[in-house]
């Protein structure tokens, strides 16, 4: 199983970035993918979350409002739009999936099976 992230770049604060996640491996099926990040010195934080079979999707504090995810089912990806970016948004950006994501584990790193390689996000004040 893979993940193959895509996307990541430069933006200006205010600009918008879209990072990609596809998840080959045939056997595999995920319940959710979603995306983490993190910044130099920082811990992995949260970004969001969405399940394969529901629209409901799942965001962290820092991002609400601001960045939106979806998912291409067939093409078992996973998109998260980006807008207002600001200079703390710089990380970079990894996607999971997992087979087991409940609503009490969204946000815990351990509860997803595979990670893609992380994609670089760089917003300039």
């Known amino acids: 199983v893979q993940l193959q992230a895509s996307g990541g770049g430069s933006a200006q604060a205010g600009g918008s970035l879209r990072l990609s996640c596809a998840v080959s491996g045939s056997t595999f099926r995920p319940n959710a993918m979603g995306w983490f990040r993190q910044a130099p010195g920082k811990e992995r934080e949260f970004v969001a979350v969405?399940?394969?079979?529901?629209?409901?999707?799942y965001y962290g504090n820092s991002v609400k409002g601001r960045f939106t995810i979806s998912r291409d089912n067939a093409k078992k990806t996973v998109y998260l739009e980006m807008k207002s970016l600001k200079p703390e948004d710089t990380a970079v950006y990894y996607c999971a999936a997992g087979a087991g994501v409940i609503l009490s584990n969204v946000a815990n790193d351990r509860a997803y099976d595979y990670w893609g390689q992380g994609t670089l996000v760089t917003v300039s004040s």
């Open positions: 969405i399940r394969m079979n529901s629209n409901n999707p």
